[in-house]
């Protein structure tokens, strides 16, 4: 592989400090970008998605990042599920805030990156413009079978770039049905420090999190109806009261309540937002982790997070989680209602020794599976690739 350091811009709607996967993600892949000796800009909003606030510009000798301020904080959560008024709300800023950067730093860039698929139409008309080696990252799946118009709208988005990289093999798969090459197209999966979500002792993490004693189910993810807490709350109603259930997400207790709606249970815990820095003993404290997203959900960090941590997966029968969850490190419930998941988590409390089987599994699963050095090397070659004359 060529040493020379890539010039990267990279364009996003969601970046730290705004909260969730992707973005996480996006900090792991700067990290190692820098770390590799490339130079990176990241162009994005500041975040829309939570409350929290960052520098509109922050620099140093080989990454650069630019926000962007933008209106109706909070509507992003609103327009999630309609993916065209998210795109007429996102693209607007972050098209003009790129076209700048990419005519005033031509000679600066050697490839221009766009994370999502608004990113990926802002990149496509920039690249008439910049005429650098495109790449097009999606990290969602969009179920587009059931949305042929929005399918043939993201398809000619991404028809023009030169490598389009995959989180899953069914997003993918939803992309090639739609007619994009699969010659073009790379599957990947996140990674994450395993030196830092690693097994700890379950009990000694327990006492450092202040849950001695009890058996614990963990959720982790934004406050929002599309990652299903309101149906984990309400399995933890129908539950054997022994067993707790612990929310680590976004918002404040009164907002946790909107979103659940009715009385929330004494077995519920709520712990509101953690620091990432100290995520990894929630996971390690928690007996199982739960993900109940009703309907779709691309490649869940928190999965991986938890598997890394020895901590088994309950998750929902949708989207990409078949992918990232199998019988050796968890069970997927389909369909994903309140009173599946209220039978299988009584199921693994009464059967310990099976849930201390699937968490040892869970080690050598993860080690396999979500290694950097593996799919770090798979992205950066795709670069590399694009770049090579």
Same mark, same amino acid.
Not at 4 to 32: Q, W
Not at 262 to 290: E, K, Q, R
């Given at each position: 592989?060529?040493?020379? &350091?890539?010039?990267?811009?990279?364009?996003?709607?969601?970046?730290? &400090?705004?909260?969730?996967?992707?973005?996480?993600?996006?900090?792991?892949?700067?990290?190692?970008?820098?770390?590799?000796?490339?130079?990176?800009?990241?162009?994005?909003?500041?975040?829309?998605?939570?409350?929290?606030?960052?520098?509109?510009?922050?620099?140093?000798?080989?990454?650069?990042?630019?926000?962007?301020?933008?209106?109706?904080?909070?509507?992003?959560?609103?327009?999630?599920?309609?993916?065209?008024?998210?795109?007429?709300?996102?693209?607007?800023?972050?098209?003009?805030?790129?076209?700048?950067?990419?005519?005033?730093?031509?000679?600066?860039?050697?490839?221009?990156?766009?994370?999502?698929?608004?990113?990926?139409?802002?990149?496509?008309?920039?690249?008439?413009?910049?005429?650098? &080696?495109?790449?097009?990252?999606?990290?969602?799946?969009?179920?587009?079978?059931?949305?042929?118009?929005?399918?043939?709208?993201?398809?000619?988005?991404?028809?023009?770039?030169?490598?389009i990289l995959f989180v899953s093999c069914r997003i993918r798969d939803e992309f090639v049905n739609l007619g994009i090459a699969s010659k073009k197209t790379e599957v990947f999966t996140y990674w994450a420090d395993n030196l830092r979500f690693a097994k700890l002792d379950?009990?000694?993490?327990?006492?450092?999190?202040?849950?001695?004693?009890?058996?614990? /189910?963990?959720?982790?993810?934004?406050?929002?109806?599309?990652?299903?807490?309101? /149906?984990?709350?309400?399995?933890?109603?129908?539950?054997?009261?022994?067993?707790?259930?612990?929310?680590?997400?976004?918002?404040?207790?009164?907002?946790?309540?909107?979103?659940?709606?009715?009385?929330?249970?004494?077995?519920?815990?709520?712990?509101?937002?953690?620091?990432?820095?100290?995520?990894?003993?929630?996971?390690?404290?928690?007996?199982?982790?739960?993900?109940?997203?009703?309907?779709?959900?691309?490649?869940?960090?928190?999965?991986?997070? +938890?598997?890394?941590?020895?901590? &088994? /997966?309950?998750?929902?029968?949708?989207?990409?989680?078949?992918?990232?969850?199998?019988?050796?490190?968890?069970?997927?419930?389909?369909?994903?209602?309140?009173?599946?998941?209220?039978?299988?988590?009584?199921?693994?409390?009464?059967?310990?020794?099976?849930?201390?089987?699937?968490?040892?599994?869970?080690?050598?699963?993860?080690?396999?599976?979500? +290694?950097?050095?593996?799919?770090?090397?798979?992205?950066?070659?795709?670069?590399?690739?694009?770049?090579?004359?």
């Amino acid at each position: 592989m060529n040493d020379k &350091p890539l010039r990267i811009a990279m364009i996003t709607p969601f970046f730290s &400090p705004n909260i969730g996967g992707v973005e996480t993600h996006l900090d792991d892949l700067c990290e190692y970008f820098v770390r590799r000796g490339h130079h990176v800009s990241v162009i994005t909003y500041q975040p829309l998605a939570s409350k929290r606030k960052a520098s509109s510009l922050e620099a140093n000798e080989k990454l650069t990042i630019m926000r962007i301020n933008w209106l109706g904080n909070g509507l992003f959560n609103k327009l999630e599920p309609f993916p065209l008024f998210e795109i007429i709300y996102l693209f607007p800023a972050l098209f003009l805030r790129t076209l700048f950067f990419a005519l005033s730093n031509r000679k600066r860039i050697d490839i221009i990156v766009a994370h999502g698929l608004v990113a990926a139409l802002v990149v496509k008309f920039v690249g008439l413009f910049l005429r650098k &080696p495109t790449l097009a990252t999606i990290h969602t799946i969009y179920n587009l079978d059931t949305k042929p118009l929005v399918g043939k709208i993201f398809a000619w988005t991404l028809h023009s770039f030169d490598k389009i990289l995959f989180v899953s093999c069914r997003i993918r798969d939803e992309f090639v049905n739609l007619g994009i090459a699969s010659k073009k197209t790379e599957v990947f999966t996140y990674w994450a420090d395993n030196l830092r979500f690693a097994k700890l002792d379950n009990n000694q993490a327990k006492t450092k999190i202040g849950w001695d004693g009890k058996f614990v /189910v963990l959720f982790v993810g934004r406050l929002i109806k599309e990652k299903g807490v309101d /149906v984990l709350v309400k399995a933890a109603q129908m539950t054997n009261k022994n067993i707790s259930f612990a929310f680590v997400t976004s918002g404040s207790y009164e907002e946790f309540k909107k979103v659940v709606g009715g009385t929330i249970p004494s077995n519920v815990i709520y712990v509101g937002p953690v620091d990432y820095s100290l995520l990894h003993l929630y996971y390690n404290a928690a007996d199982l982790f739960v993900l109940p997203s009703p309907n779709r959900e691309g490649f869940s960090r928190a999965v991986l997070e +938890s598997i890394l941590c020895g901590t &088994p /997966v309950i998750a929902s029968n949708v989207g990409c989680l078949p992918e990232v969850v199998n019988s050796s490190v968890g069970r997927l419930v389909d369909p994903p209602t309140s009173k599946n998941f209220s039978k299988i988590i009584e199921y693994y409390y009464v059967n310990k020794k099976e849930l201390d089987e699937l968490s040892r599994a869970c080690v050598i699963y993860a080690q396999k599976k979500f +290694s950097e050095n593996v799919n770090s090397g798979i992205v950066e070659k795709c670069y590399r690739d694009l770049t090579v004359i």
